[in-house]
């Protein structure tokens, strides 16, 4: 697409001062207006160094309320960053709903400089374009607004700027051997950024090629273009309902049929000498591969779903009791609140992948889209029916960057919940376990049946499957969790 | 997926008979209701050779008025669809609107049969899950309901099922060696199905995976789906204004800036006597070519736009002057009517590719969808946006397939058209090639300038580049159009 930019053009001052000072007040207002309309906001700016992008964004947030925005500037990953999939430092960079993301270079750095140097190799950025179209359709989907600039200049432009740049006393510090190099490469560039200006300008998230050979020009371009999106996105929010606006949650099933869930056998158990033998048996050999896993740079995560009383916590207990504290955490989910609850659903989860080398436990997950939300009305159906192929890519592309994911439904029959119901309502010291939202939760046992067949039915996937836990019997299914985690550490390491 | 589908359950008689009738009435309603809602469905059923399709079929056009559905077989492609990319015959097969079309088998033989038996390399089908995502997104998206079944048994209940037909008198003939050899890779096949699975059940077109052992309990889970599918599309299509109800085009561009048409040095021009000489040339060279094309079985595209009057049709004629006219096809595109109308914007261009070792010239192309069609407000500005992103698509699953595709744009200046327009009202021959729309266009002049370039801008790719004709002189530009197709085959043909 680059070639079809023409880089002569050029604003003669007389219309930029009578333009410019207009498109500034009329950026400003918006920005209000979708603060107001909490619409979240990315902004990408890619292109050639010295193409003008720090100019831009200065120019740009000179006009925002500074609590509306943050810019972050993209060079190359840390090492905390390095052993995380490599979008998750974008996740981590999410404005909240009303907020505005700046980014100065971004995840398109996987499909550039990381192509180009040869950072990565070709299966890695080849497979990224796959990811960064999901990553933005995902946030797309769920209300936020992207906006992509590459800004363009020629490579005798560059030479000019790096060369003036140079020159001058107080700036010349900032152009590094580095630069010159890359510019070497600017044809090399050119290809790649060409493939990624192709495969990535989607209806959801398009692409603005900026000829920036002109400033004024570029100046007046990135600002009506994002006025015009910021102005289409108040249009189409304000025309649709507002997230709070719900529908109820689906009619009761009228199907009452067996599902995946009756064909679990829970008369499984272990006697009390078995049980003691087998835990410390998987329990010796996952202190063991704790350690290979760190040494392995593997990410482990176990994922733990069930019904209230299955027995998860203890069943987590027992999976971490063996473990070094420095190489695992428990990650309890609740209802998401403060900044989880004014950002993207899956937000949350991303934040806190596992770094590589190390293990997550979840306790209650990303599931909860497609089931407490699902069957409370917390969200539409429409997002909860979207949700399942949303969790799929997203548990594929944690798989397909190496890690071990292991989820986990703890399976009890409602009698046994009732038994450990009433238990724990008679025993004082775990009385405050129970509460009156779990016996509602308890009344509404068939939609959730529902929803969790629907869950387990699509997204047992062949790189994430769930094991359903046969939990009536505590000892079984602990040592069940223990086993099905050390298998699946072991096959990772493989 | 597969692994959590209950293969035993069963509905019993009593609870079938009450339940079936009510929903064969429903889905009967439904169809009515979906046909005057002009929504075109695709119902799609796969699933293992004798696990019940043929049955279900039956079953469900029983109660459909025969005008309102097709039901089509899929085998391995004929010769004639073989010599196109692979979904150009479903694409062929795509129901008007208001009409379904249920296919027995479909787009995934490519990642089912033809991936197991080996068809086709490893390759072709694993960019097919692109393809067919991409396939089923562009029409979800245009309006089109997709309902997708995979009809499960297990290995012992279709040997089962094979042994009893093999018994039968009148129907041993149906159980072939393919269909036992096919069955003795059932678990190669599960293995396909599986991903396949997997990688197509997006959030637009979700599949449903049905226990097929009881034939009552498949045919009520197949017609409940596809009643509940109708019921939110009949919602939704009806919550959302009719597709008639256009906004009216973009307002007039106050750029008035430069455009990359600006560029273009209209003054290039050929002499009578370079004219001659050149023109016998390349037509003497795009000759062999074409026996050469027919030989490696190559697909060309020639796409022609560009200003009224600014020669495509002299261009044209120069182009194919010299071609073997069974090698090639001149396809005139006006505005859509009768099926056309009724149908994605891309059907009519899916349907006219040319077979490999085919030339097809097109006069006015699928642009059409981001010039006329948005100047004019024919359709929404979300939809021709939305376009840049689909034709892009397209245009990449044919180069992907190998055909070679060359696109014009005739440029010329507005003073140049007007001549011609003059010329054409005081020639007899010629005046009715110039009507008041051409008048009225051209009034449209800047409107037009506006979505060509953005055109240019959006949909040049490295695959698909646009080639921008000088077109004042039109020898200039008829040497210039046969010279880029020669270049263009004979770079394809390496």
Redesign the interface.
Known sequence: ?L????L??K?DRARYERVYPELRDRLSGLQRAVFEEKIPVLLVFEGWDASGKGDTIEKLVGRIDPRGYEVHLTRAPTEEERLRPFLWRFWNRLPERGGIAIFDRSWYRRVLAERVEKAVPRRVWESAY?EINQFERVLS?AGTLIVKFFLHISKPEQRHRFEKIERSKYESWRVTRQDWKAHARYAQYR?AA??ML?RT???WA?WT?VPSTDKR?RRVQVFETLAGAMEKALEASRASPPAEVRKKGPPRSHKG????L??VDLSRKLSPARYEKELARWQGRLRELEFACYAARLPVIAAFEGWDAAGKGGAIRRLVGPLDPRGYTVIPIAAPKGDEATHHYLWRFWKRLPKAGHIAVFDRTWYGRVLVERVEGFCSEAEW??A???I?EFE?SLTNGGTVLVKYWLQISPEVQLQRFQAREKDPARRYKITDEDWRNREKWDLYRDAVSDM???T????A??TIVEADDKSWARVRCLRTLVEAIEQGLG
């Open positions: 697409m070639d079809t930019v023409d002569h053009r604003l796959e989907e290809v060409d493939e192709e300008s989607t209806a398009p090629v020009l049929d067996r599902t995946i009756d064909t029916r979207r399942y192929h949303e799929n594929r387990i039915t699509q047992s996937t062949t790189y499957p769930w």
